[in-house]
């Protein structure tokens, strides 16, 4: 089960896929993310509740032709420029959108992971977003209450970060979950990125397992949510972040940024290294 993630997302990430990668506040899978750039993959259909940093990348490296998604930033500090460069200037490639409410887009994860074919909520009322996006009405059964319905994500495939995964595949996860479990268990196929191996698994207040048998691959990426955070193993990376929007603002500067430490290592080790190395030369 313990693959290398470069074979994992060979073999589970392909063309024109529509793949969600999942984490909230902590456990984004950056490492998975690089993985794709590096692979070259095009036309995917991103999903993802808050497309931050990880997103910029792959829009700006040209992996994605839609975005579904609830809310898009670079969280504390501002905008995503590639984000809105390739939805204002089409660069590097023109970009669909398709945006709803926080809760629409847990109520589809939920759905998905139900195996159902849409969601339920009170929602969408008020404002312009379901005239732009899609949402339809529903009538309860029951109470005659008008309930809004949003189709279900069902993406091809589900990529998530989490601490740890014994030898069997099983993993284990704790801290702010967000839709990690639901985005797995709605993904045809799924790919965990995980800080540590461990023999066995050691129960956790709070902690939730994802079995072996609904994951697909589990690549070791230590540090692989960086600049995230991985509750118990580090902290939030707060001035990459703040880095970020300089580095993201122009094309050139962030073209040369991805190749020197995306597309210029071969996985997270050197992805650190070559961090680090730049933050002596400073």
């Known amino acids: 089960m313990l693959v290398p993630l470069q074979d994992a997302i060979a073999e589970l990430v392909h063309d024109g896929d529509v793949v969600a990668l999942e984490g909230f506040t902590h456990l984004i899978p950056h490492a998975a993310g690089h993985e794709i750039v590096r692979q070259q993959r095009r036309d995917l259909t991103l999903i993802r509740m808050t ?33 809105r460069d390739a939805v204002e200037h089409s660069w590097p490639l023109a970009l669909e959108i398709e945006e709803h409410s ?3 887009m847990a109520a589809a994860y939920a759905a998905g992971a139900a195996k159902l074919p849409f969601g ?43 601490q740890r995964a014994d030898r069997h595949g099983n993993v284990q996860m704790w801290g702010i979950l967000g839709v990690q479990k639901e985005t797995v268990l709605a993904a045809s196929r799924s790919i965990v990125t995980v800080e540590e191996a461990v ?22 990426a230590p540090g692989g949510a960086h600049p995230s955070y991985a509750h118990g ?20 500067r962030f073209l040369a940024w991805m190749r ?12 650190h290294a070559s961090l680090a190395a730049e933050a002596l030369a400073v």
């Open 51 to 83: 497309p931050d940093v990880i997103y910029d990348q792959l829009l700006g490296m040209g992996c994605a032709r839609k975005l579904v998604f609830s809310w898009g930033g670079n969280p504390g500090v501002g905008s995503l420029h590639r984000l």
């Open 120 to 162: 339920v909520l009170r929602g969408y009322r008020g404002g312009d977003l379901p005239a732009r996006t899609r949402v339809a009405t529903v009538t309860c059964p029951f109470t005659g209450e008008e309930l809004a319905a949003v189709p279900a994500l069902r993406p091809d495939v589900g990529i998530i970060h989490a």
């Open 260 to 271: 020197r430490h995306v597309l210029g290592t071969a996985d997270i080790g050197e992805y």
């Open 199 to 220: 023999d066995e698994l050691e129960p956790r207040p709070g902690a939730a397992v994802l079995p072996a048998w609904v994951v697909d691959a589990v690549a070791l």
């Open 233 to 252: 193993y580090y902290q939030r990376d707060n001035s990459f972040y703040v880095a970020w929007d300089a580095i993201s603002r122009e094309r050139e």
């Open 102 to 104: 926080h809760a629409g």
